[in-house]
């Protein structure tokens, strides 16, 4: 299994240029998330989505849309890309909690795509 | 609203032994997770608390205690690969998302 996938792994844009990232996942996993990560604040949650067809917003959603229109897959959008939208972006996967709520649903993170804005 | 704190950075010496604390603050509480994560890799689980006590896999230990909002990380014989940073996440009730901290950032020493 190739677990979590993230593709491109880098990638440079001009401001105000869209791109898509694509995250897939081999796990048969409900839950998919979007993560920032920039330094010295943490991992951020930007959208995440609960099953196929569905999404939610994060923490810090703005300037970013989402797409689950695959159970394996989810898609991050940015349609004019900033220079504040410089980051480490991850995708992670999950599987559902079980029905009393206390399960360790870990996720799983792929590897990550440095994206730059100049 | 949720606020979780953790230091920024420490160090050890190899073979020894090391306390990573975090703190937090949630509206309501259902578990914390610490990951590891080394220098341009993704994050990976290390374990998962959400009754209070310790938690043992192995050099790795987790402890939580819900009352005083607090966890620590504990790693023994402490090897070169350790050197990573530590990330404490919250999940709270009613919802699958988890609030990272910033990230402890542990370098072990020969």
């Known amino acids: 299994n190739a677990g979590v996938t993230q593709t491109p792994k880098f990638r440079v844009l001009k401001t105000g240029q869209s791109m898509t990232l694509l995250c897939a996942q081999d796990?048969?996993?409900?839950?998919m998330y979007w993560y920032r990560q920039d330094p010295g604040m943490g991992l951020r949650l930007i959208h995440y989505?609960?099953?196929?067809?569905?999404?939610a917003k994060g923490e810090v959603p703005d300037g970013y849309n989402v797409s689950r229109l695959k159970k394996q897959n989810f898609l991050l959008g940015l349609e004019s890309a900033a220079p504040s939208q410089t980051s480490v972006y991850f995708c992670?996967?999950?599987?559902?909690?079980?029905?009393?709520?206390?399960?360790?649903?870990?996720?799983?993170f792929g590897p990550g795509t440095r994206l730059t804005v100049l | 609203g949720q606020n979780i704190d953790q230091p920024t950075e420490m160090t050890a010496t190899e073979g020894a032994i090391v306390q990573i604390n975090c703190t937090y603050q949630t509206s309501g509480f259902n578990g914390l997770f610490w990951y590891q994560q080394h220098a341009g890799e993704a994050p990976t689980f290390l374990s998962y608390?959400?009754?209070?006590g310790l938690e043992e896999k192995g050099r790795f230990s987790s402890f939580l205690s819900r009352s005083k909002g607090y966890s620590y990380l504990l790693l023994k014989e402490l090897q070169m690969k350790d050197s990573a940073s530590y990330l404490c996440?919250?999940?709270?009730?009613?919802?699958?998302?988890?609030?990272f901290g910033t990230g402890t950032r542990l370098q072990v020493f020969p």
């Open positions: 796990m048969n996993h409900e839950y």
């Open positions: 996440a919250v999940r709270s009730l009613g919802t699958d998302k988890l609030i």
């Open positions: 989505s609960v099953g196929e067809g569905t999404t």
């Open positions: 608390n959400v009754l209070d």
């Open positions: 992670a996967s999950s599987y559902r909690r079980g029905l009393a709520g206390l399960g360790d649903n870990e996720q799983f």
